[in-house]
């Protein structure tokens, strides 16, 4: 396939990953089923177990669809070779285990999405690998947490739930001058929005689950490395088994051809949603990266291209009883695990786990996705939501209770 690396992101977008040619004049790169792949004589037989053979001899190494998706996601990232995992949480959790061994010190980000940091706390640990955590505004202070034996820091920036944006630049040059390597979940941001290796990441992860299938139509992970890393996460996830099904491979693929005007809207939807919900009196305070005064901003600011359609908002009243209300109220809003697809979402998070760094919060914690609705339809939705719980605690409760008789 060729190179297209000195276009813009829009065409990159509408070009990279197929070849029309290989295909029949067909526009897209087919999504191949297999197993068996047959050799043509012995000697293509004996021939089909080199390296430098792109499919190997055997469906589990990937198929051409593989291999395109591979190709784009690792150009857009700007890495060198990328390698696709079944879901966003195996992506993550094959790329610690590709570089760390017993004995072996890993630094985490105390921001880190959940199931990351249960595979680090539980797994890890118990292969013998010492864990720790540190503040995500930590910067070149990583310096302080360096062991002998630290061979990892894992970031996600803006990080899942409270959204701190991490100076990757520092840490990177920090990492690096103690012979480790690091490691991002870049999810959030996407290849768009975050240019990893640019910054100084070594391997780069996206859950390709959320905005590169972008329609909550399946599950998908890639890991996208540069030339030292690449060996190494290659093979361990080639002994490990590690493989995708070619219908979330093709539906990655097809997601990239609109990534870029998807993002742009909820880019705008969340930024615009965000902003009026800082004014409501219901909302203590709004966690996101665009906004003035977030913890980040200006490393946002400096090292990124956009924002994406999740953030959070931290209510007024931990009152137990409002969450019932506040989602009942909600209609365009649903109530789900995930995000990144065309629909907006809100989730009630509870408490983020931390070890590194306090974190307290006045109210509940609400982690919301803007869609591609109208933003003022989800406006709408959302400040009358939270309308109804900003009122004195009894009315609270008798609007509430109006609420469950009129729907019962
Ligand atoms: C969702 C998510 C993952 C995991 O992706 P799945 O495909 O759901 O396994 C990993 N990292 C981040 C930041 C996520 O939001």
């Known amino acids: 396939m060729n190179s297209f690396a000195s276009l813009q992101p829009e065409t990159l977008l509408t070009s990279t990953g197929r070849d029309p040619a290989a295909y029949g004049g067909y526009v897209n790169t087919p999504a191949f089923r297999g197993s068996t792949i047959l050799a043509s004589s012995y000697e293509d037989w004996e021939a089909s177990k080199q390296g430098d053979n792109p499919y190997r001899n055997y469906g589990r190494y990937g198929s051409p ?17 990328a390698q696709v995992f079944p879901s966003g949480l195996s992506a993550c959790t094959h790329a610690l285990m590709a570089f760390l ?8 980000a105390d921001n880190v999405y959940g199931p990351t940091r249960s595979f ?23 310096q302080s947490l360096m062991r002998p034996n630290t061979r990892l820091v894992f970031v996600e920036s803006p990080g899942s739930l409270t959204f701190e944006v991490c100076d990757i630049p520092a840490i990177a040059q920090v990492t690096h001058a103690n012979n480790a390597v690091v490691i991002a979940d870049n999810s959030w941001a996407s290849p768009l929005y975050f240019k990893p290796f640019a910054h100084g990441v070594d391997v780069s992860i996206q859950a390709a689950t959320k905005y590169i299938l972008g329609h909550s139509d399946g599950l998908l992970g890639i890991v996208t490395c540069n030339q030292n890393t690449w060996e190494r996460l290659q093979s361990s996830a080639h002994v490990f ?11 990655a693929l097809r997601g990239l051809r609109t990534l870029s005007v998807r993002l742009k809207q909820h880019w705008q939807n969340g930024l615009m949603l965000a902003q009026q919900l800082a004014l409501h009196p219901a909302v203590a305070q709004v966690l996101h990266p665009a906004l003035p005064g977030a913890p980040g901003h200006e490393i946002w600011q400096r090292d990124f291209l956009g924002a994406t359609g999740l953030f959070a908002i931290v209510l007024n009243s931990a009152a137990p009883e409002i969450l019932p209300c506040f989602f009942r109220e909600l209609k365009l809003f649903g109530i789900g695990l995930s995000w990144g697809g065309f629909e907006s979402l809100a989730l009630p998070v509870g408490t983020p786990v931390r070890s590194a760094t306090p974190w307290a919060q006045q109210g509940h914690l609400i982690r919301i996705h803007a869609g591609l609705e109208n933003v003022e339809d989800l406006i709408s939705d959302m400040t009358s939501a939270l309308d109804h719980i900003h009122t004195p605690q009894h009315k609270t409760k008798m609007a509430c209770a109006e609420a469950q008789a009129t729907s019962a």
């Open 241 to 251: 088994g590690e493989t995708a099904g070619p219908e979330e491979v093709y539906l």
């Open 65 to 81: 669809t593989t291999r395109a998706l591979e190709a784009a996601v690792a150009e857009l990232e700007g890495g060198y070779r």
């Open 101 to 108: 061994s017993c004995g072996d010190h890993v630094l985490i």
């Open 120 to 142: 680090a706390d539980h797994t890890l640990r118990r292969f013998g690998v010492e864990v720790s955590y540190f503040a995500p505004g930590i910067g070149a202070e990583i």
